[in-house]
């Protein structure tokens, strides 16, 4: 008797689509994936410890060339996954839901290839890897949590306790602050909380790195600027103050926040209480201070209204109504310089100069128009090298914006495009970040190669800020081979960079050609990079990418950071804190209340940790997948 082919989409509840077609999709999907990792050639290098890891990575890679947002769409109406948890075990999915889908269509499906890991082994891997970098698991809770360490926890063994005690599971010391003295006496308290309270802690040290900075500014102008404090509707609430004494001697106001000016010593010995004091100011404005307390040593004065103190302007003494013999005083050069700043807004040019002489603000002529544009140096001249016509720049935390113009000569022209309608002012020592710029500086920049004789004795993790290329952790592995022989400190790749993040799968197998490994997510640099609006979508890649190499991912910058600061965190923090539950360590900055923000975290990812690990993706194939490929 014939038997009846049973069409199974009329027992369901809903007509799915028909199975066939799908089957073939996905099995082209799944022959490249294997196709390409069998033909990169490059896993040999991988340690041995982390060889399935860096296979499962590859086929991910591969697995995110394909764009299969529409077949999924598809697979879930037959009740299928929808793959969107497949960055652990990439071929064990792809296989499992291969098998299933033979089954619906009535088919036998019997692959030669095994995959490299499976669902069960992919999760532990990931748990042993996270505990062998960050520590073993804190009680009932699955992230960890990293403290940066302040200054004090040098001196001030119980803040290191307390915050043991409420949460921290790793302590990290950013090697930009501070000294070798201090991180030493840090790694002391470290231990010494560890003894006492039987719970471990983790060191992690970060290397400061190429520090791409505005080189000095001209100083500004001398003045010393009072002015009194007013009510809503303009009433004075406290008259300015100022403390007047004599030039070669230290003032010593009762309070440090009044302003100071010295005068000639044989005009302020005439000075007594209820004489006034007569100027114009800076400004052509006439104006009158009343000596209010006179001591051996000054005088404070106050007055209603601002006054602006400049080199040469010269001030009366008067008592009751008539002058003094000799009631004139001019006032000197020793006034506090104001820091050099440089004015721009939109439209106005800024020259980058390898010249570290300090920079200006822009010359005007006679008619108000642009003489001779502002110039600036910057920290690493040899930068100038390799930007070209055409990228952008920004400064200071992104405040101000502009395109390169034109490269010549050992400089870089830059046009203003980004900066608040009022203007925005550059000054020294603020950060350069150049996302499209091809860089070629060392990762390692020489402070960071002196610094690390102390780092490799004392660090279980090494943080390398700006990896851009897989050659930088190479460098950072081997240097630290010689200085240690015993035990290697791991490295964590600090994802801060456009670049970074866009050679991000090189960068993890050239890292996990030692035993452990890790990524921290930078989120303040890279979001100055990549652009605020891309600061989400490349948060979430770099998690996906790194747990398919099933390496550790430490979430950084910002978090709770206004606890930490005040005592009180905002709705958006606390949200953006939950958030960090797909990591595997949270990081929080030092601040006043740091021992509190740190028992907040640790109870948020208590509650966090049953609603959500990781997170599931609809996997739009990404550019960084095409990369790396072409890159090998």
Known sequence: MKKTQIDLRSTFPCNPPVIAPLIEELLKVRNDVLQKEKAYQHLDKVHVANR???????????FRLHDIRDLQLLMTEWGLSSLGRAERKVQATLDTVLHTMHHLAGKTWQPKEKPPVCYRDARQTLEDNADKLLGGHPAGRRVRIMVTMPSEAGSNYHLVKNLL?????????????????TWKKIVENIKRAEAS????????????GPKLRTGDIAPGPQIVKIRPKRSEIGLVEQPAQLWIYPVGTTPNPSDSTIACLPVPAIWWKQCKVGDAIRLTDARGASRKLTIVEATESGCLATAKKTIYFVPGLEMTLNRKGSKLRKNAATISANLPTRPGGIPLKNGDLLVLTKQQTPGEKALLNADGNIKTPATIGISIPEVLDDVQVG??????DGKIG???ERVENGQAQVRITHARPEGETLRSEKGINLPETNLHVAALSPEDLEDLHF???HADMV???????PSDVEDLVRRMKSLRKDKVPAVVLKIETRMGFENLPALLLAAMQSPSCGVMIARGDLAIECGFGRLAEVQEQI????????????????????????????????TDAAMGQRAECIMLNKGEHIVEATKALAEIMLRMQDHQTKKRSLLRKLSIAERFFNLG
Not at 167 to 180: F, V
């Open 402 to 404: 502009g395109i390169i």
């Open 197 to 208: 309270t039987g719970r471990e802690c983790k060191i992690l040290m970060d290397l400061g």
């Open 52 to 62: 399935i890891s860096a296979r499962n990575l590859v086929q991910y890679m591969a």
């Open 455 to 457: 780092v490799v004795q």
């Open 543 to 574: 998690l996906w990418v790194c747990e398919a190499a099933h390496v550790p991912v430490i979430w950084a910058t910002q978090v709770l950071e206004g606890m930490a600061k005040s005592g009180l965190p905002t709705r958006a923090e606390v």
């Open 463 to 469: 943080g390398l800020s700006f990896a851009n290329y």
């Open 391 to 396: 990228e952008p720049i920004w400064f200071d």
């Open 165 to 181: 005690l409420n949460g921290m599971n790793c302590a990290r010391i950013n090697c930009a602050h501070d000294d070798k003295t």
